[in-house]
């Protein structure tokens, strides 16, 4: 993706206004920071003639720092020609949370975390080593009014870094300025590549990289996937040969703050990739300079939606790439509802599968060329380049391989049914929290297409108060006979309002939230039943105002056309047969974006009946035509974007967990023969 050209563009040709110029910067040799003109600065500002205009005004507070600069001593700023490309970039990219390391006397920090805040956005860490600096910007920061904004935050870099997000808080930055400590530009960045801090859509600014340079940190970012993970596995370092890569500015903070230690371990991602463009500038005192634009991306695709930014001859640079997504199993679920819906969502990329015992008639090595195929999920979980993990297995697996990936590092989608327990479902919900990882679970069928429909009909009111609503999943199989005898036998997390029920539990509590009371009845329908599970169930949720939603999972329901919803309220009623189309579709080998998919025929509309005057009047009711984003799909176009930190999740892991929790409870009230309280 093309870095926003009015970004770049709004500098590139203009003039520098030479009675803006500070003051030149000091000899080589002679002091030209750390020599008191920092608090110096503090009480030029807060002596000035027009305080009380300065007081509250970031804008303000800003000119008069420049006036300092201008008449007084030299700074080193980022200036008002360079702060103009961020801060055009953080209006353009509305970061949430922006983050800088090394903020000196608050310059910047007062620009682009005014910026943040005029863009909405709710936080800028300003990370500085020096305490006399940070009480500064901190100073500054309450006088401009953006104490509320701008937080800054003491000591190294690294050690900052890693406390914000060891606390929670400091969880994604959206956009970094980089003008610290030059040796630690790489091992910093590579830190929060490490820490999931820097993703794709994150952007980025660094100052100082062409003048006075920083190699190191020019290389990696402009390096290729294979060379940095060539350089990762060979253990490079981050910090070989600092003083002769950087000359004086290795040593130029070592008096006051001792010697930095550069962390030579991290490895970053190397999948993350970085493209530049260079962009004219100025330096505050007028002298010219290039800002080199950088998009960052991830092995695969190029194409995010915002850059990364280096400047003072420095570069833009932005995150983006297809994310990576591991499976584990092969079976059916994978190839009907995931790896399609894998394979058309840009975003994402179908990297590896886990397939314990291939045959030659089913063998994803084969069936889907150039896949990464692993036989024991220990093994896939431990390959950096996987960033998504999906789990298809068997419901008693669930919990060992999503905890396993999480703890690995991996964002992690289970299918349905999530766990057997909601237990097991809070100990992973806490996992993902504290890993900083994201946890979903595949309800697709809050996508159904009559579900939308009905979704509409009671946001419009049409049927008025809701006095009843029936859900079902019948069907007409009175043999045990399946291709999946796993579903058969009595296990955790197995029977039919696991396997069913939790897509219809979803679904009301979507609707109408959390029951008061529930009563339930789980058995089986079928003569034989050699593994004596459940294959049946009806579940009634008990509302405040009365209403009463049923859902049925039944095998032997010898119709032609199965009931699927039945809704009664004060001002109508919508009946409807057949099942959501998608299934079918995905099955005979259709993939959303294809013509009609997901379209149901006109035969299978539900039928709207409305009262009106006491008048009942039925008609056809047009079930809704899906949006690519209000398909299966959707599932995993925000599963993507969540990842990217650019939405939420369909479908939040806490949603689920209280989805097996009724679960529980229902089975509890069949045990008990019993009405049970939520």
Not at 474 to 481: F, G, I, L, M, N
Not at 506 to 517: E, H, R, T
Not at 545 to 555: E, F, N
Request: aromatic content about 8%.
């Amino acid at each position: 993706m093309e870095m926003p050209a009015s970004t770049l563009d709004s500098v590139k040709h203009a003039a520098f206004d030479e009675t803006k110029a500070y003051v030149q910067q000091e000899e080589k040799g002679q002091a030209f920071f750390d020599d008191g003109r920092e608090i110096e600065l503090l009480h030029f500002v807060y002596g000035h003639p027009s305080i009380e205009e300065i007081r509250g005004s970031p804008e303000n507070v800003l000119k008069a720092i420049d006036e300092y600069g201008r008449t007084k001593k030299y700074l080193m700023n980022v200036g008002a020609d360079k702060g103009k490309i961020v801060a055009d970039l953080v209006a353009e990219v509305k970061p949430q949370v922006m983050v800088e390391l090394g903020g000196y006397i608050g310059y910047s920090a007062l620009l682009f975390g005014n910026a943040v805040r005029k863009a909405g956005g709710k936080r800028y860490f300003s990370l500085e080593r020096n305490p006399e600096f940070g009480a500064v910007i901190a100073s500054l920061a309450d006088l401009a009014g953006l104490s509320d904004i701008v937080k800054v935050v003491i000591g190294s870099s690294a050690d900052s870094i890693k406390r914000l997000h060891s606390q929670g808080s400091l969880e994604h930055i959206d956009l970094m300025f980089l003008d610290h400590y030059k040796p630690a530009y790489t091992s910093d960045l590579k830190l929060c590549e490490h820490l999931s801090l820097v993703t794709p859509g994150t952007v980025l600014a660094a100052d100082n990289v062409i003048k006075p340079g920083n190699p190191p940190y020019l290389e990696y970012v402009r390096s290729s996937v294979e060379k940095k993970r060539k350089d990762a596995s060979t253990d490079k370092s981050n910090g070989e040969d600092v003083k002769s890569k950087f000359g004086r500015n290795a040593d130029m903070y070592k008096a006051r703050e001792g010697e930095e230690k550069i962390n030579t371990e991290l490895k970053g991602n190397p999948n993350l990739v970085y493209e530049s463009k260079l962009v004219n500038s100025y330096e505050p005192t007028g002298e010219p300079t290039t800002v080199v634009a950088q998009i960052v991306g991830l092995a695969g695709k190029l194409g995010a939606t915002r850059p990364e930014l280096l400047l003072r001859n420095s570069s833009l640079t932005m995150a983006s790439k297809p994310f990576n997504v591991g499976i584990i199993g092969y079976g059916a679920a994978t190839k009907v509802f995931h790896i399609p819906l894998i394979e058309v969502t840009p975003e994402l990329s179908l990297y590896a599968i886990v397939q314990r015992h291939p045959t030659p008639e089913n063998d994803a090595s084969k069936a889907i060329p150039g896949i990464k195929s692993y036989r024991a999920t220990e093994e896939m979980v431990k390959d950096d380049s996987v960033d998504i993990v999906v789990i298809t297995t068997t419901p008693p697996t669930h919990f060992e391989l999503a905890k396993l990936a999480l703890e690995n590092g991996k964002h992690v989608l289970v299918e349905k049914p999530f766990v057997p327990t909601s237990r097991e479902a809070d100990q992973l919900i806490a996992l993902a929290k504290n890993h900083h990882k994201l946890l979903t679970v595949y309800q697709n069928r809050r996508f159904d297409t009559d579900f939308l429909t009905i979704q509409s009909l009671l946001q419009n009111n049409t049927l008025g108060r809701i006095v009843e609503f029936e859900s079902h999943f019948d069907r007409y199989k009175p043999s045990t006979a399946t291709s999946k005898p796993w579903k058969t036998i009595t296990q955790p997390g197995g029977g039919a309002i696991y396997d069913l029920g939790s897509h219809l539990i979803d679904q009301i509590v979507v609707l109408f939230g959390l029951p008061q009371k529930i009563t339930a009845f789980l058995g089986s329908q079928r003569s034989e039943n050699p593994g004596g599970y459940d294959d049946s169930c009806t579940v009634l949720m008990h509302y405040a105002d009365g209403m009463v939603a049923t859902i049925k999972v039944a095998v032997v329901s010898p119709e032609k056309e199965q009931l699927r919803f039945w809704i009664r309220g004060e001002r109508g009623s919508y009946k409807k047969y057949h099942e959501d189309p998608q299934e079918e579709h995905l099955t005979s080998g259709m993939r959303p974006g294809d013509a009609g998919f997901g379209i149901e025929p006109e035969d299978r509309f539900g039928t709207l009946t409305t009262a009106l005057n006491s008048t009942l009047t039925s008609a056809p009711c047009p079930t809704l035509h899906p949006a690519t984003d209000t398909t299966y799909q959707a599932i995993y176009t925000q599963f993507a974007a969540a990842v990217a930190r650019k939405g939420d999740v369909a479908v939040q892991a806490e949603e689920a967990r209280d989805v097996i929790r009724l679960i529980e409870l229902a089975k509890r009230s069949s045990e008990e023969g019993r009405t049970v309280d939520v």
